[in-house]
């Protein structure tokens, strides 16, 4: 399984963005998703994940009411809508996909990781 994560880029505080995290050597829609993020000189955290059929979403406190996420087995793509950026959401956004069904915010979940994408927030 390959993950690619695209959609990063450089916004102003108060932007929008979209990760998009699309897979390809195996079909994932059995398989909950997650997003985890990891700035500088800090440890991976979580950011949001998404069970297998896409009812149900669990998000990190920090990002909670700002950030979406989503996902569309049909093209096998999972999105990070993410808006109100604030410069501490700056960081390399990983996606991953877990070994079962459910979301979980445990790295310990997850099985296949991306390669990751550069968000950078300026103020």
């Known amino acids: 399984v390959q993950l690619q994560a695209s959609g990063g880029g450089l916004v102003r505080a108060g932007g929008s963005l979209r990760l998009s995290c699309a897979t390809s050597?195996?079909?994932?829609?059995?398989?909950?998703v997650g997003w985890f993020r990891r700035a500088p000189g800090k440890e991976r955290e979580f950011v949001a994940a998404?069970?297998?059929?896409?009812?149900?979403?669990y998000y990190a406190d920090s990002v909670k009411g700002r950030f979406t996420i989503t996902r569309d087995n049909a093209k096998n793509t999972v999105y990070l809508q993410m808006n109100s950026l604030k410069p501490e959401d700056t960081a390399v956004y990983y996606c991953?996909?877990?070994?079962?069904?459910?979301?979980?915010?445990?790295?310990?979940?997850?099985?296949?990781w991306g390669q990751g994408t550069q968000v950078t927030v300026s103020s």
């Open positions: 998404v069970n297998w059929n896409g009812g149900s979403t």
């Open positions: 050597g195996r079909t994932f829609s059995n398989n909950g």
């Open positions: 991953a996909v877990a070994r079962g069904s459910p979301y979980s915010s445990s790295y310990a979940a997850y099985n296949y």
